[in-house]
């Protein structure tokens, strides 16, 4: 949404505190991080001038696997039939005949509409004839499964009479039976490679969804990659054929492919995989070749804060973190003036409405001026202007995943304030009372669990000894994420947790909400984390709209790389560094770039650096 007028934004409480161990954020770059509570750096290394994102070939993701393998795309056919000639004949056999009889029961016409059903999803009604046995009407339902995959039947009685009805196979059926030509053996799910381009996860499954007829809760994955890259995961897909979804590449948008097909038992959960390999380039960049060596040497041995990073707090001057704060606080009212109520930056269209609620409060007025691309606010409105100051109601009307996205923001932001102010008071070194995850006989053996706590997760505090023996490091230390079960450290960091939390005005027991999608138990975090197989490469280019890495799609079409496409002869040479590293899953590629460059890695900043991004 493009910013252009509007009321201030709200202030975001900034860390206090002048006692400083690691070295701090630039004050003239890093002030719209520090609203966030991001900070500090673990490096005291000089920054440097660099463009993240100038296009989205800059980003790429690769997600790695529960195995520990890297999600490449790296075919796009579907697997061969692995069933013998006699299995292929007898199935051929078994189609035929069933047919042929099919086509006895209901007539040729009949028939005729069941193949159109297939391709066109649409309804095929079966008349019944009084004296229709049980076991005809059987019989009937087998042979349409047997001779139309993808097509679910039903009987239904009427007063008229009763009849089969047939349509597209969208999942279970009311009698919680599916497909039984389904193989069992081979698996229930289909997983594949998606392949995108510059393009979100949820909108490419739409589009998958709406290409195979399918609602898109068919589909199953690990978690969502950036929009604004190139990126490669894991989806499963419940009982459709490999060869089906390898059709589509025919007809998907350029920005999409689908491969590496095969078929599994079980559906990915949510978080099923053990993180994401990066490879960035940051362009432009002005730094010294020995500072940019030494930054990049910093970061492999010592890594970055795990901060959340700015994505985690959205991109309008309403921070997603100040609406969390609000539903923890029962604030139900104040939550719907920050969704829907003026604010800094809107197009006009959007103000105008924006503007109407804020002066009227009339849900049916604001709503008649909000564009229908502002999505979150009519479904806002529209629920207040069917019940007025129904106002919980209204923000229930959001879907779960949005609301909870506002109270883990919240949490979040505590978070990043907590990890800043734990290094400006004690620097980069363990201390006794910090906490970190027990592994060994020994430590679990002295484990504390928060007597709230359902993962009973096992908690060890570094004692005097701990600290002497010099056994932990930075990147063994974990912070609460904040919530009803959890512990803090027995230091006086257990002080600065509370009172970040009174600062935010959110009392400790909020986080136990009576309302249910509200109730944080919470969860730890560690405070750095070191990247695995960092490796980097400064790199000279002259042509800004040529990618300098290459992405699975191109290596599978075998194209030319686009660095060799440059054209040496130009006098704007212009330095690259190119990054390749992997993460753990929820930790942000942005906040190791933005230890290295020592500036902010928000898309607008970025902008403000060079003008052609694209």
Not at 365 to 391: G, H, I, T, W
Not at 448 to 477: C, Q, R, V
Request: with cysteine.
């Amino acid at each position: 949404m493009e910013n252009k007028t509007g009321s201030p934004p709200i202030k975001r409480a900034r860390l206090g505190g002048d006692k400083v161990s690691a070295s701090k954020a630039r004050p003239q770059s890093g002030q719209q991080d520090n609203l966030f509570g991001i900070e500090c750096y673990i490096s005291k290394t000089p920054g440097f001038r660099a463009i993240l994102k100038q296009r989205y070939e800059d980003f790429h993701v690769n997600e790695i696997d529960r195995n520990g393998n890297v999600v490449k795309l790296t075919d796009l056919q579907p697997p061969a039939d692995n069933s013998t000639v006699e299995q292929v004949q007898q199935k051929t056999k078994e189609t035929s005949e069933g047919v042929s009889q099919l086509k006895t029961l209901i007539g040729e016409d009949k028939f005729g509409e069941l193949k159109s059903a297939q391709i066109e999803a649409s309804k095929v009604i079966i008349p019944l004839n009084p004296n229709t046995s049980k076991g005809e009407r059987t019989q009937i339902h087998k042979l349409i499964r047997l001779c139309f995959a993808g097509l679910e039947s039903v009987t239904k009685t009427l007063d008229e009479g009763s009849h089969i009805e047939v349509s597209q196979d969208k999942g279970k059926n009311k009698r919680g039976k599916r497909d039984s030509t389904w193989d069992k053996e081979k698996g229930n799910h289909c997983q594949f490679v998606l392949h995108k381009a510059n393009k979100g996860t949820m909108d490419c499954i739409s589009i998958l969804a709406r290409k195979l007829k399918l609602k898109a809760s068919r589909f199953s994955y690990a978690g969502t990659k950036d929009s604004r890259a190139v990126t490669s995961q894991l989806v499963t897909l419940f009982k459709v054929e490999s060869k089906q979804i390898a059709q589509l590449n025919k007809s998907l948008p350029h920005y999409i492919k689908v491969g590496n097909f095969s078929y599994v038992r079980d559906k990915l959960e949510l978080g099923a995989l053990k993180g994401n390999q990066f490879r960035i380039v940051l362009r432009d960049i002005d730094g010294a070749h020995d500072s940019i060596q030494m930054a990049c040497k910093s970061l492999r041995e010592k890594g970055f804060l795990n901060y959340f990073g700015m994505q985690r707090f959205g991109t309008s001057s309403v921070p997603t973190s100040d609406i969390g704060k609000a539903l923890m606080n029962s604030d139900w009212k104040g939550a719907v003036d920050l969704i829907v109520g003026q604010r800094e930056g809107d197009a006009e269209d959007v103000d105008k409405a924006r503007r109407a609620w804020t002066e009227t409060n009339d849900a049916a007025k604001a709503l008649s001026l909000m564009p229908e691309n502002c999505y979150l606010e009519r479904k806002v409105l529209q629920r207040l202007a069917q019940d007025e100051n129904q106002y919980l109601q209204a923000i229930g009307s959001l879907t779960r995943t949005m609301r909870l996205m506002y109270v883990h923001s919240f949490q979040s932001l505590v978070f990043n304030r907590l990890v800043s102010k734990r290094v400006q008071l004690f620097g980069l070194e363990p201390i006794e009372g910090d906490m970190v995850l027990a592994k060994n006989a020994e430590e679990l053996e002295a484990a504390k669990t928060h007597p709230k706590d359902e993962k009973a997760i096992k908690i060890y505090f570094l004692s005097k000894e701990d600290i002497a023996k010099g056994n932990y490091t930075l990147k063994d230390i974990i912070l609460p994420i904040p919530g009803y079960s959890v512990l803090v450290p027995k230091n006086k960091i257990a002080d600065e947790y509370h009172k970040i939390l009174s600062q935010e005005g959110i009392p400790e027991a909020s986080f136990d909400h009576k309302t249910k999608d509200y109730r944080l138990s919470g969860t730890y975090r560690n405070i750095c984390v070191v990247p695995d197989d960092l490796k980097w490469e400064e790199r000279e280019y002259t042509d800004v709209t040529l990618p300098l890495i290459q992405s699975d799609l191109t290596l599978l079409e075998n194209k030319i790389g686009d660095q060799d496409k440059q054209d040496t002869s130009s006098k704007q040479h212009r330095r690259a560094l190119i990054l390749t590293f992997s993460l753990p899953p929820s930790t942000y590629a942005t906040m190791l770039v933005r230890e290295i460059i020592k500036s902010p890695t928000t898309s607008s900043y970025m902008a403000s650096l060079n003008p052609e991004m694209s």
